[in-house]
């Protein structure tokens, strides 16, 4: 119903609940605006300033009982209204049904980790079955970020030190946005992710696939590695610098860094880079890039510097 630039329709019942206690309100809104408008507009031309010696004297009124009575009371009723609406429908966002999936979520400058409950972990992307319900369990590893599901009408501030959570029963497949709506530093804007929802079978399928089954040349699966870990939120492979050096022509370069050493960016010099980001802070950036240690993999390592080195 709200026209946001992506809209997916109904998608689940919770999003269908927001989109009617929003219409009630406007409904309720717009009839007192268009009543107190126009009736101003009418005052306005009937009682306007006419001819001199048309006047006629203003009426003495002290009050009129019943108008006051009706004008207390049915705002009050109608405001009791969308309270009594709108806590039923925050009721039902607040409140997963009993045995819904877990699915931890760890935001951080500027990506969200998910773990499913067998352990695999994956970037910015997060697959969910058609028609179950999910609870997202989710911490911050830094500041404060939020997470925002525009087509499910859901959103929850993510808080370092303690876990906040979130739940939906997608209702239709398709891949739809996550964003960050807490300003959580330069990478904000870049702080995306998608929720892939998927029919029963294909997620059964890519559940037991695994993560492995892609098959391909190396440099291949590289590359899908670093746009799967949101590498390329704060990295390019055209040259131009963003939050982090480029890629083009990385490999094999000498690099000189903050404190004024230089090194090749070989393997070994990857590696560190991805696992221990601080350890070797390149000259002109800030130390911002999150570790990937206990995320990415040595295979996964090797297959990204595989792709690296294709990038000239
Ligand atoms: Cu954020």
């Given at each position: 119903m709200i026209p946001y630039p992506t809209d997916h329709g109904a998608v689940s019942k919770v999003s269908t609940q927001v989109d009617s206690v929003f219409l009630f309100i406007a409904a309720i809104t717009l009839f007192f605006f268009l009543l107190t408008q126009g009736t101003l507009i009418w005052f306005a031309f009937r009682y306007r300033r006419r001819k001199p010696g048309h006047d006629e004297p203003t009426p003495y009124i002290t009050g009129n009982r019943m108008l006051e009575t009706l004008w207390v009371v049915i705002p009050s009723i109608l405001v009791i209204g969308i309270f009594v609406y709108g806590w039923i429908v925050f009721d039902n966002i607040r409140t997963p049904p009993p045995g819904a999936a877990e699915i931890n979520v760890t935001a951080r400058q500027w990506l969200y980790e998910f773990r499913y409950p067998d352990g695999a972990s994956s970037v910015n992307e997060v697959r969910v079955p058609l028609g179950a319900p999910v609870r997202f369990v989710m911490t911050s590893s830094d500041v404060i970020h939020g997470f925002y599901l525009p087509a499910f009408r859901i959103k929850q501030d993510i808080v370092p030190g303690r876990y906040t959570d979130l739940w939906l029963q997608p209702e239709k497949t398709g891949s739809f946005d996550i964003f960050c709506?807490?300003?959580?530093?330069?990478?904000h804007s870049t702080m995306r992710a998608k929720m892939i929802v998927m029919d029963e079978p294909s997620f059964r399928k890519w559940r037991s696939g695994g993560r492995g089954s892609e098959t391909g040349p190396m440099w291949m699966k590289g590359k899908a590695l670093i746009e799967r870990y949101g590498c390329l939120g704060c990295h390019s492979v055209d040259g131009v610098d963003r939050i982090g050096p480029t890629f083009?022509?990385?490999?094999?370069r000498k690099v000189e860094m903050e404190d004024g050493k230089a090194f090749f960016a070989d393997e070994s010099y990857f590696r560190e880079s991805i696992l221990?980001?601080?350890?070797k802070v390149v000259k002109g950036?800030?130390?911002v890039m999150p570790t990937y240690k206990g995320t990415l993999s040595d295979e996964d390592i090797a297959e990204i510097i595989a792709y690296m080195k294709t990038i000239r």
């Open positions: 709506t807490q300003y959580c530093g330069t990478g083009k022509g990385l490999f094999g221990d980001p601080t350890a950036f800030d130390p």
